[in-house]
């Protein structure tokens, strides 16, 4: 069944996560998923579609997540999407308190 809703948004520049985060989502259910390699791809794509979530991941190689957010956040139409990092192992201890 089609819908009109807005999706979800999957950011992340590990291939395996989005493909993990993309097969759980799908399995509960939600249809309109979309997934961004990168902060900069992320960004055009928060520009052009609704989103009703974005999953950041906060260490990538162009923007990270901290930024990807800092640009959500300042535009008054786009600041009410509803945004959770992604923090792996490969995030310090400090990195991953700092989100907490």
Do not use: W
């Amino acid at each position: 069944m089609a819908t009109h809703l807005p999706g979800i948004l999957i950011v992340d520049d590990n291939e395996d996560n989005r493909y993990t985060l993309q097969l759980m989502l799908e399995s509960d259910g939600h249809e309109r998923i979309t997934c961004a390699t990168g902060g900069n791809e992320a960004i055009a794509l928060i520009e052009k579609e609704k989103f009703s979530l974005v999953l950041l991941d906060l260490m990538m190689p162009d923007l990270n997540g901290d930024e990807v957010l800092k640009v959500i956040k300042s535009d008054p139409d786009k600041r009410d999407i509803p945004v959770n990092h992604l923090i792996g192992q490969r995030s310090g201890p400090a990195q991953r308190r700092k989100h907490l």
